[in-house]
């Protein structure tokens, strides 16, 4: 019982920080700093999910980004939080698209609806391919995320930017 209020606790604290930062939203305009939602699918989770995170370049030539991200997926069998610190490289193109590939570690907790001793968390590799809006104040994406960890996860997801 402990350790289910303690995960409840962490859920809401990740909930609460990703509300702060859409909260900072005039700070994080004037800082360089874009804001996204996302939602898509975990496959392990089979159910959807929602999160929030922040791109910010890292090279003068804005090809290299850094883009912290949290997420998390409701599903029937297991509920995923997973923290990412994802890095991306943003390919040169003349289409009013991007392309990128990247990765970064995860931090992942999953709590299993029907065995809840088999709750863990878990570190991850992510490794990450998108598509995205290049110009504009609200920026559509798509992202396929592969999971290498000790429950490898194929997540798909879309989501705004701005």
Do not use: C
Not at 39 to 54: C, H, K, R
Not at 143 to 157: H, I, L, P, T, Y
């Amino acid at each position: 019982m402990q350790e289910h209020r303690i995960r409840t606790i962490g859920r809401s604290a990740a909930v609460a920080v990703a509300l702060a930062v859409l909260a900072a939203f005039p700070a994080v305009r004037a800082a360089d700093l874009d804001l996204d939602v996302r939602g898509g699918v975990y496959s392990d989770a089979e159910g959807p999910f929602l999160g929030a995170g922040i791109l910010t370049p890292i090279t003068p030539s804005r090809a290299w980004y850094f883009n912290p991200n949290v997420e998390y997926a409701s599903g029937d069998v297991v509920d995923v939080l997973s923290a990412n610190a994802d890095v991306h490289y943003d390919f040169p193109t003349s289409a009013n698209w991007t392309v990128w590939l990247g990765g970064g570690p995860a931090l992942i907790d999953r709590s299993f609806e029907i065995d809840s001793r088999r709750d863990d968390t878990d570190v991850g590799l992510n490794f990450i391919a998108g598509i995205g809006a290049k110009r504009g104040t609200v920026r559509p994406f798509f992202q396929a995320k592969a999971v290498a960890s000790g429950d490898n996860e194929f997540v798909v997801m879309g989501g705004i930017r701005w």
